[in-house]
């Protein structure tokens, strides 16, 4: 059910401490940690703590907290000192989704080409 943990969610066991991260940032509703494999000097994933499967899910059900995402985004930017940054979100395999929990990434600290990928 959305909103809800999932068993099987790296995210989820993230949020719930039983998988560890780089934890950057926390807010009630929002965990920012450090990616795995960085593709930029700051590679941040931002996602909320209720289990959303997408961007476009998450948009649909809880605005606000879509609206808090970003927010923590723009944070984590500032923190890092980024005076510009990109901001992706995945939706769907095709696209590099591999975690079905939406989660930003914010990417910054070099300069960034255009088209991506």
């Known amino acids: 059910m959305a909103g809800e943990p999932q068993d099987d969610c790296l995210f989820c066991k993230i949020?719930?401490?039983?998988?560890?991260?780089?934890?950057?940032?926390?807010?009630?509703?929002?965990?920012?940690?450090?990616?795995?494999?960085?593709?930029?000097?700051?590679?941040?994933?931002?996602?909320p703590k209720?289990?959303?499967?997408?961007?476009?899910?998450?948009?649909?059900?809880?605005?606000?907290l879509t609206a808090d995402v970003?927010?923590?985004?723009?944070?984590?930017a500032d923190e890092d000192k980024l005076d510009s940054f990109r901001l992706v979100f995945n939706t769907g395999s095709g696209a590099g989704q591999t975690v079905w929990h939406v989660h930003a990434h914010v990417l910054g600290g070099r300069g960034l080409e255009w088209p991506p990928g």
């Open 50 to 64: 209720a289990h959303h499967e997408n961007a476009a899910a998450l948009a649909t059900a809880d605005p606000a």
């Open 15 to 47: 949020v719930a401490g039983t998988i560890p991260a780089t934890i950057v940032r926390e807010t009630d509703t929002t965990v920012a940690f450090r990616d795995i494999n960085p593709q930029a000097p700051t590679h941040v994933l931002v996602i």
């Open 70 to 76: 970003l927010r923590e985004a723009q944070a984590v």
